[in-house]
Antibody, heavy 122, light 107 residues
Framework: QVQLQESGPGLVKPSQTLSLTCAVS??????????WSWIRQPPGKGLEWIGY???????YYNPSLKSRVTISVATSKNHFSLKLSSVTAADTAVYYC??????????????WGQGTLVTVSS | DIQMTQSPSSLSASVGDRVTITCRAS??????LNWYQQKPGKAPKLLIY???SLQSGVPSRFSGSGYGTDFTLTISSLQPEDFATYYC?????????FGGGTKVEIK
């Protein structure tokens, strides 16, 4: 059973960089066959896909965040990470990491972390 | 971006009711449509992928249908554990986008 666990600061100051890590257990990122995604949800609102990474390091970023986002992978540690720069209060959200299955019928997160609330405030 | 519009945004129903939630895409997305259930304080859970395929372990009372721009999620007999918010999501085009959600509440 694959498990994902987000970790990182719960409070970030405006203009600083949000950094989160997702540790994966029960499966290897480097085995391929999946994207590894970051998705966020502002309190009381809907879901926004931030981006995803393949084990090889190739990435996709949502254009709405592309200028501020970096997703990286550390296959030796079996984890992947998110950095979001120049944060504002609008970046306050629960951040989820997720394993994302893909095939000819599309792609979808099938395993999710529990989520971590990141608040942007001075 | 492809806009996903869910209706209704909320509904009240009783245990045993048949519930239908609609998701409409702003352009054709073939069958690249997925459905999730989210309970308060929890991560979303995949229910249906590729418009009509039931994710492993999901009860058979959940079903999905549709193609192109119009999709439905049906719960054939609502159970107490089904009270939650449901989201659709398209993966036809990037960026992948979600609907605004439908909250299913107890009548």
């Amino acid at each position: 059973q694959v498990q994902l666990q987000e970790s990182g600061p719960g409070l970030v100051k405006p203009s600083q960089t949000l950094s989160l890590t997702c540790a994966v257990s029960g499966g290897s990122i480097s085995s391929g066959g999946y994207y590894w995604s970051w998705i966020r949800q502002p309190p009381g609102k809907g879901l926004e896909w931030i981006g995803y990474i393949y084990y090889s390091g190739s990435t996709y970023y949502n254009p709405s965040l592309k200028s501020r986002v970096t997703i990286s992978v550390a296959t030796s540690k079996n984890h992947f990470s998110l950095k979001l720069s120049s944060v504002t209060a609008a970046d306050t959200a629960v951040y989820y990491c997720a394993r994302t299955y893909y095939d000819s019928r599309g792609y979808y997160p099938d395993y999710w972390g529990q989520g971590t609330l990141v608040t942007v405030s001075s | 971006d492809i806009q996903m519009t869910q209706s209704p945004s909320s509904l009240s129903a009783s245990v045993g009711d048949r519930v239908t939630i609609t998701c409409r895409a702003s352009q054709s997305i073939s069958s690249y449509l997925n459905w999730y259930q989210q309970k308060p304080g929890k991560a979303p859970k995949l229910l249906i992928y590729a418009a009509s395929s039931l994710q492993s372990g999901v009860p058979s009372r959940f079903s999905g249908s549709g193609y192109g721009t119009d999709f439905t999620l049906t719960i054939s007999s609502l159970q107490p554990e089904d009270f939650a918010t449901y989201y659709c999501q398209q993966s036809y085009n990037t960026p992948p986008t979600f609907g605004g959600g439908t909250k299913v509440e107890i009548k």
